[in-house]
């Protein structure tokens, strides 16, 4: 017995200790099974790919870690997942990174429009314009160079770069580089194929006016 406590405080403590200790296998076991899926999912989706995976497991595996590595389009292609945060206060973040090749102008940079930019706007700080009404609108424009203006007209890329705005509040493409990051882990092969779609759809419009070699479409 527990010093101090009598035989009803002893018997209350075990009964909340073990609720407690139910609760917390009950949950470890869900996060396992969500694991699991995941695993089989991107390394599935990795395998039908000809891709790379590895995966770190995390704490009773709540916090692991994926990463798939290939090619798409002969350029390469990353999806990862990264952990930001500390504690309680974390969020796990997927991140996709893919070379758009060289024939894409490198010294253009392009990020989603915000609401801060709109604001900016109307105080006269503005970025740059390509002169087109949606993508200027849509997206934040640096450095456009005569050529990059010229690239970023062509009929073919308009509504990928504008898919690309509406499906993800966080991207960049810069240095001929496009990066994406969600707040979210795909747990099936829809969803997987869901996240990539929009960056599928640019590098087939990419591709189309470099004439670079084509990647298999679908999930």
């Known amino acids: 017995m527990i010093p101090g406590m009598t035989g009803v ?6 009964s909340v200790f073990g609720v407690g200790l139910g609760v917390a296998i009950l949950l ?3 996060r396992w099974r969500h694991w699991n899926q995941q695993l089989q999912t991107w390394e599935g989706f990795a395998k039908s790919r000809g891709w ?8 009773m595996y709540s916090a692991g870690t994926m990463e798939m590595k290939g090619r798409h389009a002969g350029r390469s292609i990353t999806v990862e997942t990264e952990h930001r945060g500390h504690g309680k206060h974390f969020n796990i973040f997927t991140i996709v990174r893919h070379g758009l090749g060289n024939g894409f102008p490198r010294e253009v940079t392009i990020r989603p429009e915000t609401l801060g930019d709109t604001v900016l706007r109307l105080f006269g700080n503005k970025d740059e314009d390509v002169g ?3 993508l200027d609108n849509a997206l934040d424009l640096r450095n456009v160079t005569p050529k990059a203006r010229a690239f970023l007209l062509r009929a073919e890329l308009r509504q990928p770069l504008l898919n690309l705005a509406r499906a993800f509040e966080h991207f960049a493409i810069q240095d001929g580089v496009l990066t994406v990051e969600v707040v979210a882990v795909p747990r099936t092969t829809v969803e997987l194929y869901e996240l990539l779609k929009p960056v599928r759809e640019l590098s087939d419009a990419v591709r189309d006016t470099t004439g670079a070699t084509a990647f298999p479409s679908g999930p």
Do not use: E, N, T
């Open 9 to 14: 405080q002893l018997g209350i403590f075990a």
């Open 28 to 30: 470890g076991y869900i």
């Open 52 to 59: 790379s995976f590895m995966a770190r497991s995390g704490f």
């Open 132 to 134: 087109d009404a949606s």
